[in-house]
């Protein structure tokens, strides 16, 4: 139970960074000028966090394993959210 609530707040603490620098750097308004963006920044990140996921597992022992995967799937997570939600312009209310 303790591993899990410490990947929690790993997972918790890799969104609130990556947020606080998105909106430093105005991603959401880049991420969300076209369709195509969107797809290459979701591919992008898919593909951060597999090969991230394998660097984790292949050196870092196995105490920290957990919590830098949880710290990863945050960052992942932050993209995720903005990068789903794609508006169609043709069924606005």
């Known amino acids: 139970m303790n591993s899990l609530f410490l990947g929690f707040i790993a997972c918790f603490i890799s969104y ?10 105005d991603i959401e308004r880049r ?7 969107r797809i290459s920044v979701l591919l992008i990140v898919v593909l951060f966090n597999i090969i ?6 292949s050196f ?21 959210v ?8 043709k069924n606005k209310l």
């Open 82 to 89: 903005f990068i789903l939600p794609i508006s169609n312009r």
């Open 31 to 37: 991420i969300n000028r076209t369709k195509s963006m």
């Open 16 to 25: 609130l960074i990556v947020d606080f620098l998105g909106r430093k750097l």
């Open 60 to 80: 870092a022992t196995r105490e920290y394993q957990f919590l830098l995967k949880s710290f990863l799937a945050g960052a992942t997570l932050y993209f995720i």
């Open 52 to 57: 991230s996921v394998s660097l984790v597992e």
